[in-house]
């Protein structure tokens, strides 16, 4: 049949992978977020630090082309502790109960993209659930701009809930919300809209 997309696979990534290619994912984090390059490229060095991190999982969505195997999305994730960065943001923008109630011994979802090319087929999803399946945390953990995004949408509709709203994270004009969901994720509605 013409005009179908060829269906994507979704694997978990082991540690060495994602770091050989960071450059790869990088680009579709940046394609998705609508960064220029040089912000792309100012993340390279803290995306390989974040594989170090205890708790590091990965996972990528890979699409058949003539020339093999492309990734289109990925994931990845670990544990928040005092000290990085995100979670000190964070911790100071939440109120001293909410952030007693979920900040300890959760799972950040750090990063989470689909090219723009490979958007609005349910991929997100997939990978957010595979990222998630299986972890021993309370809870998981994300920002993402504070807006009427399909992200954001995605994300409510598996189970997150604001944590804090129009938060300005150093270097980045957006809004961004806090979201947390309690883990295990409830199981993905069926989609409706697949064609």
Known sequence: MTGTTP????????????????????????????????VV?????????????????AVGAFVETPDGEVLVGFGYGYLVAPGQWWHDQVRAALDRRTAKRWLPGAFEVCELHVHPAHQSRGLGRQLLHALVAGLPYPAALLSTPDNDTKAFRLYHADGFVDLARNH????????????????PLPPPA??????
């Open 190 to 195: 069926p989609r409706s809209d697949r064609t």
């Open 168 to 183: 300005r994270f150093p270097g980045d004009s957006r809004p961004f919300a806090i979201l947390g969901a309690r883990l």
């Open 41 to 57: 490229a100012g993340r390279y060095g803290y995306a390989i630090q974040h594989t170090e991190r205890p708790g590091f999982r």
């Open 7 to 38: 269906a994507a696979r979704v694997t978990e990534l082991p540690t060495g992978w994602l770091r050989d290619h960071m450059h790869e994912a990088l680009a579709i984090y940046g394609e998705a977020m609508g960064y220029s390059p040089s």
